[in-house]
């Protein structure tokens, strides 16, 4: 079931510029115990999700489309040397949750995420 305030028809999810500006979002790494929690804001736009946070005191975004019920996601803007791609599904009520790989020089670092929705 999408959250309060969404749309659904027959394609769907679908969503009209809705915003989450307090959610939080917890990163899992792979191979370490425990995930990493953090605030960030969640914007969706017809099918297209947006994620805004602060890592290391430097923001940081993804942008993806939905397909078949996943958002397929990139880092934003696109950096010389660093790959950023994850998934997250559709939301089910307030959370949605994913896969994520990013890639920098020899360094690779894979795992899963969660977002709670927040207003």
Same mark, same amino acid.
């Given at each position: 079931?999408?959250? /309060?305030?969404?749309?659904?028809?027959?394609?769907?999810?679908?969503? /009209?510029?809705?915003?989450?500006?307090?959610?939080?979002?917890? $990163?899992?790494?792979? #191979? +370490?115990?425990?995930?990493?929690?953090?605030? +960030?804001?969640?914007?969706?736009? *017809?099918?297209?999700? !947006?994620?805004?946070? $602060?890592?290391?005191?430097?923001?940081?975004?993804?942008?993806?489309?939905?397909?078949?019920?996943?958002?397929?996601?990139?880092?934003?803007?696109?950096? *010389? #040397?660093? !790959?950023?791609?994850?998934?997250?599904?559709?939301?089910?009520?307030?959370?949605?949750?994913?896969?994520? +790989?990013?890639?920098? #020089?020899?360094?690779?670092?894979?795992?899963?995420?969660?977002?709670?929705?927040?207003?």
């Amino acid at each position: 079931m999408p959250p /309060a305030g969404y749309d659904q028809d027959s394609y769907g999810f679908e969503a /009209a510029n809705m915003r989450y500006p307090n959610s939080l979002m917890t $990163t899992y790494f792979n #191979g +370490c115990a425990g995930g990493q929690s953090e605030p +960030c804001v969640v914007i969706f736009r *017809d099918e297209e999700v !947006v994620i805004e946070y $602060t890592r290391k005191g430097q923001p940081s975004t993804y942008r993806g489309h939905l397909k078949d019920g996943i958002y397929s996601l990139r880092y934003w803007p696109e950096a *010389d #040397g660093f !790959v950023g791609e994850a998934t997250l599904c559709a939301p089910e009520g307030n959370l949605m949750d994913g896969d994520w +790989c990013e890639q920098e #020089g020899g360094s690779k670092d894979v795992g899963t995420w969660e977002i709670e929705l927040r207003r």
